[in-house]
């Protein structure tokens, strides 16, 4: 059986145009689907042809199986590929692929719901032998047996959504009296995020590991893994960065694994891309749950035993065996993969929104692989989730892909949205991590630190702001001249020469509210630079790749910068800061603020409880907002009586609109 001729592609963003590039190498036609919110996006122009299929909402679009369909019949497409996230784990999809006589490149529905359902998972895997966590995995979802399991079992305990994924729908409980309203919040977000609010519970490992074990099985009974990835350095619950091999992994556990995963993939008759998630301790490894789909995170596994995933998915489809036996299979030096989310770390990760003023990805090559679905000029939509791209790197042992990372990351810029990039740059630098080996709990264990700010810039920082500043002038009035009538007109002149003045400039940047003038005088071909008591002389140039060239006191370093109305963005050694040029609003403007809850982030509010009238204390639940796959509880931060509410479920509001005012400054958000 031959490769399909043409593929259409049911996802979007990076995952949509890597499976692209994979099937265009193989000859293989690729046509992209598109909703009203992506007519513009890079998956779109990734592809040989595109088609839309509706509206922003992705209920509408990307999740429409009808739409889907009609879309690839229209195409004329053989087969369909359906990513990760939306269709991708839902059985109904292959089974309608098939009656329409399209190829599905995935497992199939069987083996989808079998280990669909987290709980059906668990009992399978048990019957297989394969080592589980205590916990109650069966079908009664009353709150006060929930709540006597989850006491049989010992506290702390997690709840997990038995459809979830990503950490959505999972709460950490550790005393039984927060046991109830965590499992309603696990059960919201559940059922808002997958159509089920049924749950189980297990015992909650403090300072676990979370390695998972990539399988592959064909039509023709043959089945291997390929190897572990180590995917603990989470936020929330949810993977930023994985790696493979897993650093300390004994060989014998790694055999023992691979060998239970193969066992789970063969017992429910697997066909294609899979991966078996463990938890680890000292005590040994147990079952989480097994992912019927290609993971975010494969391309590590690709980097580290050079194969292509998406091909070998592309050719079980068409009803080949699987290109390696296990035999020949071997791990060759070790990746890294690192998601750069449009998310804010100091506001417990929210989403951000915006339009992509500048994005810039290092260069791919020399170990280093850049998937995304986003450019310059690109809009960051509330629809979707959040990841703007994922840096991968591949080095021959750990401590050399590691350095890589460091590097790759500190040539990365994104300006118009928050970003996690420096969240990522301490994560890769702290020592704890660099030794190896760290737990789920890392991230937060080391918070104070990880998510700090920045700290007041040193006059280094300034001084390269300041020359940012003079060389973006440059080149404005550069381009103002050539686009003029007489581009040699002397006032069109670009070296900070004003008539009967010095050639002296003073600026003033604002950190937060905290304002720092710097001053510049001419000095020779150079600037002298006053910041505070210190003075540097430096200079800056444009590089062939768009950087800023900088010299300061003799030293020489590259950076970023770029000004988009009035913020200045720079990223320096691996560090953003950001620098309001004029002079912050009248901060009585926030303290009106005082009476009222605000939007945190653009989103669509899914649940209201406050009522005018009713008395609230601290904390008392007022409404749930939804945005990008993540559910945010807004309570009152003091205690008042409710004036008036704003808005109403199933409402799109924006970031700082209000919602509800109280009758006293009840200093809610």
Not at 10 to 28: D, F, H, K, S
Not at 32 to 59: K, N, T, W
Not at 460 to 472: C, D, G, N, Q, W
Not at 562 to 585: C, H, N, Q
Request: hydrophobic share 45%; aromatic share 6%; charged share 20%.
């Amino acid at each position: 059986m031959s490769l399909p001729r043409s593929l259409l592609i049911a996802n979007r963003g990076e995952i949509a145009c890597r499976i692209a590039r994979t099937a265009r190498r193989l000859g293989i036609e690729t046509i992209a689907v598109f909703s009203a919110a992506d007519a513009q996006a890079l998956h779109v122009s990734a592809c040989d042809r595109a088609l839309p299929i509706g509206p922003a909402a992705a209920a509408e679009s990307y999740l429409s199986i009808p739409r889907i369909l009609a879309a690839a019949k229209r195409s004329g497409a053989a087969a369909i590929h359906p990513g990760y996230g939306f269709l991708s784990e839902n059985p109904a999809f292959p089974d309608a692929c098939e009656e329409a006589g399209i190829i599905f490149v995935g497992p199939p529905a069987r083996a989808m719901r079998a280990m669909g359902s987290k709980a059906a998972a668990k009992a399978l895997m048990q019957s297989s032998g394969v080592p589980l966590l205590p916990g109650y995995h069966g079908a009664q979802q009353e709150a006060s047996f929930l709540g006597f399991e989850a006491e049989k079992i010992g506290f702390p305990v997690v709840i997990k959504a038995v459809a979830g994924g990503g950490g959505r729908g999972m709460r950490v409980v550790f005393e039984a009296g927060d046991f109830p309203d965590a499992l309603r919040s696990a059960q919201q977000e559940g059922k808002s995020s997958f159509g089920d609010a049924r749950v189980l519970i297990e015992r909650y490992v403090q300072r676990p590991r979370h390695i998972e074990i990539q399988v592959f099985a064909d039509s023709l009974g043959n089945a291997v893994h390929l190897f572990e990835r180590d995917c603990s350095a989470q936020r929330r619950h949810q993977k930023i960065i994985e790696e493979a091999p897993a650093p300390g992994m004994d060989p014998a556990m790694r055999r023992a694994m691979g060998d239970a995963a193969v066992e789970a993939a063969r017992a429910v008759g697997y066909v294609g891309a899979g991966t078996v998630e463990f938890v680890t301790d000292e005590t040994g490894f147990f079952f989480l749950e097994m992912n019927t789909r290609l993971q975010v995170e494969h391309p590590v596994t690709e980097m580290s035993t050079g194969t292509d995933l998406v091909e070998w998915q592309l050719r079980v489809a068409a009803g080949e065996k699987l290109p390696l036996t296990q035999a020949e299979l071997a791990i060759d030096g070790h990746a890294f993969e690192a998601r750069i989310y449009a998310e804010d770390p100091a506001r417990d990760y929210a989403p951000s929104i915006g339009q992509l003023a500048a994005f810039r990805m290092p260069r791919a090559g020399e170990g280093v692989r850049v998937d995304t679905g986003f450019a310059t000029g690109d809009s960051v939509s509330i629809h979707y989730d959040a990841m703007l791209a994922k840096l991968i790197v591949h080095g021959a042992d750990r401590g050399e892909a590691l350095a890589r990372l460091r590097l790759a990351l500190a040539d990365c810029e994104v300006v118009g949205v928050a970003t996690n990039l420096d969240l990522l740059g301490r994560i890769a630098a702290h020592p704890e991590f660099v030794a190896g080996g760290i737990d789920t709990g890392f991230i937060a264990r080391h918070a104070e630190t990880l998510l700090a700010g920045q700290g007041p810039p040193d006059a280094e920082t300034l001084a390269a702001a300041a020359l940012s500043v003079l060389l973006i002038e440059d080149e404005a009035a550069a381009a103002a001249a050539q686009s003029g009538h007489d581009p040699h007109s002397p006032w069109h002149a670009r070296d900070q020469w004003w008539p009967n003045l010095e050639a002296e400039r003073a600026l003033e940047f604002f950190d937060e509210d905290t304002p720092h003038s710097v001053r510049l005088r001419r000095a020779g071909g150079a600037w002298l630079i006053l910041s505070g008591a210190t003075e540097i002389t430096g200079a800056a140039s444009r590089t062939i790749d768009g950087q800023i060239a900088l010299t300061l006191d003799g030293a020489r370093e590259n950076i970023r910068a770029t000004i988009v109305g009035e913020l200045l963005t720079l990223r320096r050694r691996g560090k953003t800061f950001r620098f309001r040029l004029p002079a912050p609003p009248d901060a009585d403007e926030e303290a009106e603020a005082g009476g009222r809850l605000t939007a945190p982030i653009p989103g669509q509010v899914t649940q209201v409880v406050a009522e005018p009238g009713m008395a609230v204390t601290r904390g008392d639940l007022l409404l749930v907002l939804e945005a990008m796959k993540t559910v945010f509880r807004l309570t009152a931060r003091a205690d008042g009586i409710v004036a008036s509410v704003h808005c109403s479920a199933g409402e799109m509001v924006q970031e700082g609109q209000t919602l509800v005012t109280f009758e006293e400054a009840a200093d809610a958000s």
